[in-house]
């Protein structure tokens, strides 16, 4: 195992057998460049392989703060659109011979507040700005919306990609 930026390993070329990136290529600010290094590091018969989300996980997470307050976006930016279930295997194939894609099929429960307001308040987007001055408000409603428990969609899966 190595720690190494994605963009440039350092590594030889066709050295690894296997490359793993989980959840994290959205992130990554050339997706195609770092695509062209992990293609480069892999020898002939490797495998890559790469998880991400699509555009309706925890969707109803983000339309239940929404209809609190349509200013809140719980993402700065939607990182599907980067790089995602619904886009990766386009985004993929120009790098990789053989690419297939497993939806991990899962569902979220919730029937509790407290988890899911502290999960909300941990996301990437502007909430903050306006729920830390009406915690207790959008707590009060985040329980009564749960009354009857709540089904959050996760979208995710992975990629597996043959050099």
């Known amino acids: 195992f190595r720690k190494a930026s994605c963009e440039k390993t350092g590594a030889k070329d066709e050295s690894y057998d296997l490359v793993i990136a989980n959840h994290v290529l959205f992130y990554c600010k050339n997706v195609d460049k770092v695509l062209k290094e992990i293609a ?40 599907f659109e980067k790089f995602g279930l619904d886009n990766g295997k386009q985004i993929l194939e120009k790098h990789f011979s053989n690419v297939e894609r497993r939806d991990y099929e899962d569902a979220l429960i919730v029937s ?17 700005e306006y ?9 009060k409603y985040v329980e009564k919306k749960l009354r009857k428990p709540m089904k959050i969609t996760k979208e995710a899966g992975v990629f597996i990609c043959r050099k």
């Open 131 to 139: 729920l830390v001055d009406k915690f207790s408000d959008f707590k």
């Open 40 to 79: 480069r590091v892999l020898k002939p018969g490797g495998v890559f392989v790469c998880s991400t989300y699509g555009s309706k996980h925890m969707q109803e997470i983000s339309k239940l703060v929404s209809a609190y307050d349509k200013r809140i976006a719980l993402e700065s930016e939607k990182l």
């Open 112 to 128: 509790e507040a407290e988890p899911l307001v502290d999960y909300i308040l941990s996301c990437h987007g502007n909430q903050k």
